[in-house]
Nanobody, 121 residues
Framework: VQLQASGGGLVQAGGSLRLSCAASGLTEYYTMGWFRQAPGKEREFVAAITWSGSSTSFADSVKGRFTISRDNAKNTVYLQMNSLKPEDTAVYYC????????????????WGQGTQVTVSS
């Protein structure tokens, strides 16, 4: 499984960005999601979505502002980020794991290369 994240960039506070993660080598039943890591901080869970898309999970810090979706025909997961705040600044990593729906980094074996999101105040 290979994951390629894109869509990061520089945006002003209150703005929006949409991250995409294109996967190759995925079969059925892979949960996909996003983590982020800010400078000097630990990697933290952002959002995840099951294979069917019927279940999603979000960190409390992004609930109501971020949404996650996927298109299995394109093997792509999206993270729509609205009302961005400076504290959302981080490198965002796409993740995937079969048969698991977790919120810890150790729950995921497959990681993308990361895309930088910078929110200016």
């Amino acid at each position: 499984v290979q994951l390629q994240a894109s869509g990061g960039g520089l945006v002003q506070a209150g703005g929006s960005l949409r991250l995409s993660c294109a996967a190759s080598g995925l079969t059925e039943y892979y949960t996909m999601g996003w983590f982020r890591q800010a400078p000097g901080k630990e990697r933290e869970f952002v959002a995840a979505i099951t294979w069917s898309g019927s279940s999603t999970s979000f960190a409390d810090s992004v609930k109501g502002r971020f949404t996650i979706s996927r298109d299995n025909a394109k093997n792509t997961v999206y993270l729509q980020m609205n009302s961005l705040k400076p504290e959302d600044t981080a490198v965002y990593y796409c993740v995937a794991q079969k048969f698991r729906f977790g919120v810890n980094p150790s729950d995921y074996n497959y990681w993308g290369q990361g895309t930088q999101v910078t929110v200016s105040s």
